[in-house]
């Protein structure tokens, strides 16, 4: 994708893939490839007055959150022909699908679905990796897909909602600046006071509670003197 972007290739242009060989998770993590889920770029064209570029990796999330909420709760959408399971009383899916800050999306405490942000020049390409019809095993921390809870779409189908979906959410970033933003990924992620703790660039280990995000949706995590700490890179662990 990089080298169409390097060729002029438009802002809204996907590209997608069976199953990627080449494929490589953050921080050169072991990348699994199943047939049937969804290996998917685009292309963001930076433009002069845009906010940070770092803040996409929010605005894909939010809307891959979106798109998998409507497939989750409403058995309506896209004529799904099997019925979603049933959740225990006073449970809703929205519990169930959470943001982690600052690319991963989880369902039920596991990992379903990842976004990598690269940028090159005025392009941002931005690639999402989502478990549609299975999830890996044997990793460093536990995955899920969305064929354990409904019938999952396939990749070009769930691809076409995706697309419109980030589209909505890419104009709104740049409408609405990071205040909407970062109220609307917050809406979607841990309730505040959630522990965790963030492995830094250096490997650092900080634990701490979620304290929201910051104004520059930086992540704040409250430590244990009551005193908070912006961070603006690393892994997010729950405790």
């Not at 999330?61 to 799904?80: C, I, K, Q, T, Y």
């Not at 690639?127 to 995955?143: C, S, Y």
């Not at 064929?147 to 979906?165: E, H, M, N, R, S």
């Not at 205040?179 to 006071?193: A, C, N």
């Amino acid at each position: 994708m990089i080298a169409l972007a390097r060729q002029g290739e438009p802002e809204d242009s996907w590209l997608r893939a069976e199953r990627q060989i080449g494929g490589r998770g953050r921080q050169g993590r072991k990348w699994v490839s199943i047939r049937g889920n969804l290996y998917a770029s685009t292309i963001v064209r930076l433009k002069e007055d845009d906010p940070p570029p770092a803040t996409l990796s929010l605005v894909a999330g939010s809307a891959l959150w979106s798109l998998v909420f409507l497939e989750m709760n409403d058995p309506d959408f896209r004529g799904h022909v099997s019925k979603p399971v049933e959740l225990e009383p006073n449970l809703r899916w929205s519990d169930k699908l959470v943001l982690k800050w600052p690319n991963d999306l989880l369902l039920d405490g596991a990992k379903m679905a990842g976004i990598l942000l690269e940028r090159d020049r005025d392009a941002v390409i931005i690639g999402f990796g989502v478990n549609l019809a299975d999830h890996p095993r044997d990793l460093d921390q536990p995955a899920n897909s969305l064929a354990k809870y409904v019938d999952p779409p396939t990749p070009d189908v769930f691809l076409d909602y995706l697309a419109g979906i980030f589209r909505h959410s890419l104009q709104e970033w740049r409408e609405h600046g990071l205040s909407y933003l970062r109220y609307s990924w917050m809406e979607k992620s841990f309730p505040i006071g959630q522990p965790m703790a963030i492995h830094d660039r250096d490997n650092n280990r900080i634990s701490g509670e979620f304290a929201g995000l910051s104004e520059d949706c930086a992540l704040r995590l409250r430590l244990a003197d009551g005193s908070v700490r912006v961070m603006h890179a690393g892994d997010v662990f729950l405790i």
